[in-house]
């Protein structure tokens, strides 16, 4: 597994950036499709309490290797069945009185008792397994497709998924990056950074930036979801994805991956493309390391706080479109 431990992070003792939007807190969240763990991370048979939306979900493979995502607190009495939990022929168990819960989320058994009251179900997030990550949405259905990389089909690419690690920031103002452009020069050094064409839909965002260096794609999927590729005139390309997982009010859990052809692979041959995914990723967290010290400490002002200029023309379109972006609570607050 590729990334900095950031697990020491505690809260920083000041309203954290997004606070003044007061959404998380009072404890909705955007609808969007995350990763929640890397598919590696996920061993069959293992039940992983994870943080999301604020509160715990347990993460499993059920009976035949799909990805499962569940409310994590029993009805019952509110054990975390992510501590203690166990599976057993493919349903959960309770450590504290042993209800035992199906892939579905269906109370299946309780002991010492024939009747099973309507109220003894776990509510399952839908849940997804691609590009070497699983997969979370927040609400009953998605509202869109899972992400796909601009410009190339997923057969034609081989790829690394990775982990940043816990931020304490909420991922879509990282994701807001997107449309920031000034910043790509100002902070990562981009020399032409301002886009030609920048489209707003429901779940997705469309950004075309051309110049004689280079030609860039990038999307962002769910207010969230970054996905790039990038041509550059000698002929170089790249192609990633990256974004975080909403695991509490103002704080979030950061994945990327990075992507290159098939033909280019076999060209380089398995050590010369480890190689070449290791300088890739190295680029990745160079990226969110020049970010951080400004994100993790600014007071991010919302859309009418902020003076914003004509550069910031999308950035203020973005702040809006956010706004507006549909959000749901967690099934069992
Ligand atoms: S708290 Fe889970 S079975 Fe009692
Ligand atoms: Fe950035």
New binding site residues.
């Given amino acids: 597994m590729d990334g900095a431990d950031t697990s020491e992070f505690t809260m920083p003792p000041r309203a954290y950036a997004g606070g003044e939007y007061k959404r998380d807190d009072e404890g909705t969240f955007l609808q969007c499709w995350s990763p929640i763990m890397l598919s590696e991370e996920l061993v069959a048979g293992k039940i992983y309490g994870q943080d999301y939306l604020g509160t715990r979900v347990i993460v499993y493979r059920d009976p035949t290797g799909q990805p499962v995502v569940q409310s994590a607190y029993c009805p019952h009495m509110g054990a975390d069945l992510g501590c203690g939990g166990e599976l057993t022929d493919g349903a959960v168990r309770c450590p504290y009185h042993h209800w035992k819960f199906a892939a579905d989320g269906k109370c299946v058994e309780i002991p010492e008792e024939t009747t099973i009251p309507g109220a003894a179900k776990l509510y399952n997030y839908p849940a997804a397994e691609r590009w070497g990550f699983v997969w979370v949405f927040n609400g009953e259905k998605p509202l869109y497709d899972l992400p796909e990389m601009p410009n190339i089909a997923e057969e034609d690419l081989i790829y690394r998924a990775a982990r940043r690690g816990k931020r304490p920031i909420e991922g879509w103002i990282?994701s807001s990056?997107i449309v920031?452009f000034l910043?790509?020069k100002t902070?990562?050094g981009v020399p032409d950074p301002f886009p030609t064409k920048v489209e707003f839909t429901d779940y997705l965002l469309t950004v075309r930036q051309e110049s004689p260096n280079r030609i860039a794609d990038t999307r962002l999927h769910g207010c969230t979801w970054l996905t790039a590729h990038m041509q550059f005139s000698d002929g170089t390309e790249r192609f990633f994805m990256a974004g975080g997982l909403q695991v509490a009010a103002g704080w979030s859990d950061s994945f990327f991956l990075v992507a290159m052809r098939k033909s280019q692979a076999e060209e380089l041959g398995p050590e010369g493309t480890e190689e070449e995914f290791k300088k890739r990723i190295a680029y990745i967290h160079k990226?969110?390391s020049?970010?951080e010290p400004i994100l993790y400490s600014m007071r991010f002002r919302g859309y009418r706080k902020s003076a914003l200029i004509r550069a910031d023309r999308y950035m203020g379109e973005f702040l809006r479109y956010h706004d507006s972006y549909p959000r749901a609570k967690p099934f069992d607050v």
């Fill in positions: 990282g990056n920031d910043h790509l902070v990562h990226l969110y020049e970010d």
